[in-house]
T-cell receptor
Framework: QSALTQPASVSGSPGQSITISCTGT?????????VSWYQQHPGKAPKLMIY???KRPSGVSNRFSGSKSGNTASLTISGLQAEDEADYYC?????????FGGGTKLTVL | EVQLVQSGAEVKKPGESLKISCKGS????????IGWVRQMPGKGLEWMGI??????????SPSFQGQVTISADKSISTAYLQWSSLKASDTAMYYC?????FGAGDYWGQGTLVTVSS
């Protein structure tokens, strides 16, 4: 099993929008609408930001949104803020298993 | 409020055994899946496996099958991750996480740092 593919890093200025992609296969991302996204600040536990592809847990800012097309899922953060600087991981159900992406470091310039 | 509280940091020698714990509160322990995730120093998240305490249904990532054992004691709302013979490469932060459906986790514990060194 290979990890889902994410860009190693992305960056943006405050107020801008960025998108992080997550590419899987027809056995995981492409087959299920069960992609989630996690935010992890240094030294902290991951935090769920998006589940089931596009749903936001209570308390998560509506600046975060998720989508999917084919085997690729995406996380978009609009109106970038300094506090958004963190690592982001996608995750997909893969039939009795779960797969994570390699993670993307978001830098807010 | 859903809370997962993990046991404290461990320092072990190669070849030793270890069992770390994750105690759930604020929800129905037997109705949520609890999984374990490894994060090696400076690296990404890796899904290890998951258990449904209600019926002890357990699944493992192929990468961790046979390397660790996941279990749960529903009488004390606690899940466990154990090793029979640790290796230096097991040095990592280990997180537990619970979710209402089979997934990586809606709620996460604070992590348990395991250091294996001779």
């Amino acid at each position: 099993q290979s990890a889902l593919t994410q860009p190693a890093s992305v960056s943006g200025s405050p107020g801008q929008s960025i998108t992080i992609s997550c590419t899987g296969t027809s056995s995981d991302v492409g087959s299920y609408n069960l992609v989630s996204w996690y935010q992890q600040h240094p030294g902290k536990a991951p935090k769920l930001m998006i589940y089931e592809g596009s749903k936001r847990p209570s308390g998560v800012s509506n600046r975060f949104s998720g989508s999917k097309s084919g085997n690729t899922a995406s996380l978009t953060i609009s109106g970038l803020q300094a506090e958004d600087e963190a690592d982001y991981y996608c995750c997909s159900y893969a039939g009795s298993s779960i797969m994570f992406g390699g993670g993307t470091k978001l830098t807010v310039l | 409020e859903v809370q997962l509280v993990q046991s404290g940091a461990e320092v072990k020698k190669p070849g030793e055994s270890l069992k770390i714990s994750c105690k759930g509160s604020g929800y129905s322990f037997t109705s949520y899946w609890i999984g374990w995730v490894r994060q090696m120093p400076g690296k990404g998240l890796e899904w290890m496996g998951i258990i449904y305490p209600g019926d002890s249904d357990t699944r493992y990532s192929p990468s961790f099958q046979g390397q660790v054992t996941i279990s749960a004691d529903k009488s004390i709302s606690t899940a466990y991750l154990q090793w029979s013979s640790l290796k230096a490469s097991d040095t990592a932060m280990y997180y537990c996480a619970c979710s209402g459906s089979f997934g990586a986790g809606d709620y996460w514990g604070q992590g348990t740092l395991v250091t294996v060194s001779s």
